[in-house]
């Protein structure tokens, strides 16, 4: 088949389909007339055009569900689907759900994250005691915490506890901060 | 599609994004024909052809409003109906025992002279579907949205946003693969570039 033969094929190609010009049908012609080959050809491609369209309309047209039925289906199917609800909403609804879902989450991570940020420390000995006769404090100077003169109120506080008995032999109880700040926590005489 | 229709399908179009259902399913119906014959032209199976056409109406309905182009309807259908129909071709062939699709080999009379002679009309239709499903795809594509969709060369080259050409030429290569297949000639030279 050269390129002459698909020349012809394409016309009558486009005689078939109805889409041949004015022009284009009368090189056919002309070509038919000469050609008893051509003539031929274009029979045998009329009869498959023919049982072409039979087939295809057999197989495709008169077949399956109707094409309402499928749109309405698919239509329910979509209407189920929560994630198309959200999507289809009013523009304003959608942007103040946006909001507060964002103001959700932003209220979430503010309370969380500090706890989630706080270094950890290694635990500190409850019985870290320490005697340190040299020091001499003052207890006076200092006003009690609230805590301490009301022992039911219990609170947690990162600190070091020491404590040392002075050249009087009165004990000692110091509250050290992690800050190397040592204050008196509590002085109880009888220690 | 001259212009009027295509200004009513814009207008369907831009109804559809507003949410009108009516619209939608009008907008579908008017193109329902030459999209069950891609469909089919990818599937090759019309007992499946349904189940996708449903699987691309959620994909329409869910997807219209990004559409930026009213007017181009129609090959954004044909892309979003090929990935499905591909897609579903894909996870059939991932499960055992459909992988195999089989066609059935010809057995024609090479001496038969002339086209269908012998043949009844129900088994000339089989084979030339048969014939149909061998054709390469870009074939059987255009085949299928001619003969399906009943669509001019101008509507398909839109549809498949080829030139129109191409699909003068497609389809005359399409009717000789077929026209070769059933006659049993192996002579052609109409190869697949």
């Known amino acids: 088949m050269n390129m002459t033969q698909e020349m012809l094929e394409i016309l009558i190609g486009k005689y078939l389909d109805g889409e041949i010009t004015p022009s284009e049908q009368q090189i056919l012609q002309k070509r038919l007339g000469n050609n008893p080959h051509a003539k031929e050809l274009l029979e045998q491609f009329q009869a498959l055009n023919e049982r072409s369209c039979e087939a295809v309309a057999s197989e495709i047209i008169g077949r399956g569900k109707e094409a309402e039925e499928i749109f309405e289906q698919a239509w329910q199917r979509q209407a189920a689907n929560p994630f198309h609800r959200i999507l289809k909403m009013d523009g304003r609804l959608r942007f103040a759900v946006g909001m507060t879902a964002g103001l959700a989450i932003g209220l979430m991570l503010h309370f969380v994250l500090p706890f989630a940020s706080t270094p950890q420390r290694p635990p500190v000995p409850t019985d870290m005691l320490a005697q340190n006769t040299d020091n001499q404090i003052d207890a006076g100077q200092f006003p009690l915490p609230e805590s301490l003169t009301n022992p039911a109120e219990n609170t947690l506080r990162n600190v070091d506890w020491y404590s040392f008995t002075d050249n009087q032999g009165n004990q000692w109880l110091i509250e050290g901060l992690r800050e190397n700040n040592v204050r008196p926590a509590a002085y109880y005489g009888d220690l | ?193």
């Not at chain 2, 579908?28 to 199976?45: A, T």
């Open chain 2, 1 to 193: 599609m001259t212009t009027e229709r295509r200004q009513n399908q814009s207008t369907l179009v831009c109804a559809a994004q507003q949410h009108d259902k009516e619209a939608l399913q009008r907008l579908l119906i008017r193109n329902w024909p030459w999209l069950k014959g891609l469909v089919y032209s990818i599937i090759g199976d019309t007992d499946e052809v349904d189940d996708v056409l449903q699987d691309i109406c959620v994909r329409v309905i869910a997807k219209i409003d990004s559409l930026r182009e009213p007017e181009r309807f129609r090959p954004w259908l044909a892309v979003l109906a090929r990935r499905q129909a591909l897609r579903h071709r894909q996870n059939k062939a991932r499960r055992p025992g459909l992988l195999k699709e089989e066609i059935t080999e010809l057995q024609l009379d090479e001496k038969a002279p002339r086209l269908f002679e012998k043949l009844e009309q129900k088994e000339q239709c089989r084979q030339i579907l048969e014939a149909v499903k061998s054709l390469p795809e870009k074939y059987r594509q255009v085949f299928m949205l001619a003969y399906a969709g009943d669509l001019t060369y101008g509507n398909i080259a839109e549809i498949l946003d080829i030139p129109i050409t191409t699909v003068q030429i497609r389809l005359v290569r399409a009717r000789r693969m077929i026209y070769d297949k059933i006659t049993g000639n192996k002579s052609s030279k109409v190869l697949e570039k």
